[in-house]
């Protein structure tokens, strides 16, 4: 069980100038799903025929070398923060209102702005509700109407393993929240505003897999190996980048 009393930043705001100086620091459950790369099978034909391909393992070069840059990794453009990460966050306050609303939980059971980082990891991560009993938690996710990303959820996204093969930094992120937070279960939202109260919710049950867990401490590993590596060639890194 998750012992709130051992969390070093209960005193720090979430979005607050100081907690994003924190995740710049830290690898951060949101995008941890770019280090999550996959073997599929052998090359048939040309130079690399009998080699394993592996999908995904630039993603988790490119995230490193980001990392190492001092950069936000979920950084966006300007002209893309509203229609993505901002109005997401505006639409998660409706959403945590309704969830409460039409599941019948009282809203103050939970802890809305909690985060924490672990240490052997420095996995950052900061889940949207987090039951006060520390025994389950909600990842929400609000789609604009005209994305299509809704109906496509409740139509396709079913199960656990749909989720993983729907959208891997969605799911590798519900898994770092049942890592760092030693949930047994955590449920994924999808949330949509403009429509009936039937509609309004699509959720999905995560089921903590012990293999997935272990598969993603190795992963924490190799990227702070990775950053350690490239940070020996590049002497002019922000400091902090050397306490990976």
């Given amino acids: 069980m998750y012992d709130i009393s051992k969390n070093k930043y209960t005193s720090i705001l979430q979005g607050s100038k100081e907690w994003e100086m924190l995740r710049a620091q830290c690898f951060n459950a949101s995008t941890i799903g770019q280090i999550m790369w996959y073997e599929d099978g052998e090359y048939k034909t040309g130079d690399k025929k009998g080699k394993k391909k592996i999908i995904g393992l630039d993603n988790a070069h490119n995230y490193c070398y980001k990392k190492v840059q001092g950069q936000f990794i979920d950084e966006l453009p300007d002209v893309q923060k509203f229609r993505n990460a901002d109005y997401g966050h505006f ?11 039409l599941i019948g939980f009282d809203y103050d059971q939970f802890d809305h702005l909690l985060f924490d980082v672990c240490d052997e990891t420095l996995l950052m991560t900061s889940p949207d509700m987090i039951h006060k009993s520390y025994e389950f938690g909600f990842e929400i996710k609000s789609p604009t109407f005209e994305s299509g990303n809704h109906f496509y959820a409740i139509n396709n996204v079913r199960t656990q393993d749909d989720l993983k093969e729907y959208n891997c930094d969605y799911y ?5 929240a049942m890592y760092q937070f030693e949930l047994q279960s955590y449920y994924f939202v999808s ?13 999905i049950e995560l089921k903590r897999r012990e293999d997935e867990i272990s598969l993603l401490k190795e992963r924490l590993a190799w990227a702070r190996a990775f950053v350690r590596g490239i940070s020996a060639v590049k002497p002019s890194i922000p400091e902090y980048l050397l306490k990976l």
């Fill in 191 to 203: 949330y949509l505003k403009c429509v009936k109260d039937e509609y309004k919710l699509h959720i």
């Fill in 172 to 176: 590798w992120q519900c898994v770092s």
């Fill in 91 to 101: 639409m998660e306050d409706l959403a945590k209102v309704d969830i409460c609303r």
